[in-house]
C-alpha cells in the first residue's frame, strides 16, 4: 500500500518534469517563405573586392580553384575556399530580375574565428592559386 501512495504523489511531479519551459529566446522565424519573396540581395561595396563581388560560381573557381564548401538552400549559394592565411566565405544570389546566382557578400576569418580583412584574405587566397 505504500508504493501505490509514493505512486500517486510521484505522479504529478513526473508529469510536470514533461511540461515546456519557456525559452529566453524567441525561434528564429524566416520572413519569406520562397524565392520569389525574398528581398533584393544587399551589394558589399568593400575596396578590394572587384572581380569577386558581381562574379558567378564559375569566375569564383577560376580565381580560387575548387571550393571547399559549396552549400545550396533554395537559390542562394554559400561557397567556401580556406588556406592557411584564412577562411573565405561568398553568397551568392540571384539578381531580383532573375538569372545565374552573383557574389553579393564576402566574409572572412581566421581559423580560431577572429575576423580578417576580406580583401586582404582575398588577394591571400588568389596569391595560392598563382596569381588569378
Same mark, same amino acid.
Given at each position: 500500500?505504500?508504493?501505490?501512495?509514493?505512486?500517486?504523489?510521484?505522479?504529478? @511531479?513526473? @508529469?510536470?518534469?514533461?511540461?515546456?519551459?519557456?525559452?529566453?529566446? #524567441?525561434?528564429?522565424?524566416?520572413?519569406?517563405? $520562397?524565392?520569389?519573396? *525574398? #528581398?533584393? #540581395?544587399?551589394?558589399?561595396?568593400? #575596396?578590394?573586392?572587384?572581380?569577386?563581388? %558581381?562574379?558567378?560560381?564559375?569566375?569564383?573557381?577560376?580565381?580560387?580553384?575548387?571550393?571547399? @564548401?559549396?552549400?545550396?538552400?533554395?537559390?542562394?549559394?554559400?561557397?567556401?575556399?580556406?588556406?592557411?592565411?584564412?577562411?573565405?566565405?561568398?553568397?551568392?544570389?540571384?539578381?531580383? $530580375? %532573375? !538569372? =545565374?546566382?552573383?557574389?553579393?557578400?564576402?566574409?572572412?576569418? *581566421? %581559423?580560431? %574565428?577572429?575576423?580578417?580583412?576580406?580583401?586582404?584574405?582575398?588577394?591571400?587566397? =588568389? $596569391?595560392?592559386? !598563382?596569381?588569378?
Amino acid at each position: 500500500m505504500r508504493l501505490d501512495r509514493i505512486a500517486i504523489l510521484a505522479a504529478p @511531479l513526473a @508529469l510536470g518534469a514533461c511540461a515546456a519551459v519557456p525559452s529566453a529566446t #524567441p525561434p528564429i522565424r524566416s520572413t519569406y517563405t $520562397s524565392p520569389t519573396q *525574398r #528581398p533584393a #540581395p544587399q551589394v558589399q561595396t568593400v #575596396p578590394g573586392l572587384e572581380g569577386v563581388i %558581381g562574379a558567378d560560381e564559375q569566375s569564383l573557381i577560376r580565381q580560387f580553384g575548387q571550393p571547399r @564548401l559549396n552549400v545550396v538552400e533554395e537559390d542562394a549559394v554559400k561557397l567556401q575556399w580556406s588556406g592557411i592565411p584564412c577562411i573565405l566565405d561568398i553568397y551568392l544570389y540571384p539578381p531580383k $530580375s %532573375g !538569372g =545565374r546566382p552573383t557574389a553579393t557578400y564576402v566574409d572572412a576569418r *581566421r %581559423g580560431d %574565428g577572429r575576423d580578417v580583412d576580406r580583401a586582404a584574405c582575398v588577394a591571400a587566397l =588568389r $596569391s595560392l592559386q !598563382g596569381g588569378r
